[in-house]
T-cell receptor, first 113, second 111 residues
């Protein structure tokens, strides 16, 4: 059982480049989330999805886009990368138990130079 | 706006002692509160959930309390071990909304 898988683990971008962070889960969870984590700042919600075809903005959506064409995949797109997007990005899915447990991927560390 | 504060960025204790981490919040009425553990370079891992109508929850050496009057949760690790060294995140939730996370407290347990 792989859980939540994120790729790539590390990436360096130049200012203005674009890229997609991939996230896939094999637990058949409906709810999925993208967070970013900056040093000393905690996890901030970028976008989330409650199911295939449905996405919504979180706290810090500017500069990002998402899509959810299948239950399994929830890619995060960065357009025109900026140094402010240097961060560690975590994808998560919401478990079906009554604990409301989030299952996180291992993260993607992005540096924009 | 809603705010979560974890009382200190770092906590250093000796092996065998009880570690107590604090999570305070304002301008929010959570239906539940969760605690996660995060190791360096890894994603957070769920530890415990406590609901607004529960005062205390235990799991092995972990104990969580939730005081909605004080707007505070305490997270205790008894008989701490060096392997407990990690960052611990507090998160608040309401039905139908995404979790809001605190900045975390980094615990170091020395032998």
């Amino acid at each position: 059982n792989a859980g939540v898988t994120q790729t790539p683990k590390f990436r360096i971008l130049k200012i203005g480049q674009s890229m997609t962070l991939q996230c896939a889960q094999d637990m058949n969870h409906n709810y999925m989330y993208w967070y970013r984590q900056d040093p000393g700042m905690g996890l901030k919600l970028i976008y989330y999805s409650v199911g295939a075809g449905i996405t919504d903005k979180g706290e810090v959506p500017n500069g990002y886009n998402v899509s959810r064409s299948t239950t399994e995949d929830f890619p995060l797109r960065l357009e025109l990368a900026a140094p402010s997007q240097t961060s560690v990005y975590f994808c998560a899915s919401l478990g079906r138990s009554n604990t409301g447990e989030l299952f996180f991927g291992e993260g993607s560390r992005l540096t924009v130079l | 706006s809603q705010k979560i504060e974890q009382n200190s960025e770092a906590l250093n204790i000796q092996e065998g002692k009880t570690a107590t981490l604090t999570c305070n919040y304002t301008n929010y009425s959570p239906a539940y509160l969760q605690w996660y553990r995060q190791d360096p370079g890894r994603g957070p891992v769920f530890l415990l959930l406590i609901r607004e109508n529960e005062k205390e929850k235990r799991k092995e050496r972990l104990k969580v309390t939730f005081d909605t009057t004080l707007k505070q949760s305490l997270f205790h690790i008894t008989a701490s071990q060096p392997a407990d060294s990690a960052t611990y995140l507090c998160a608040l939730g309401q039905a139908g909304t995404a979790l809001i996370f605190g900045k975390g407290t980094t615990l170091s347990v020395s032998s």
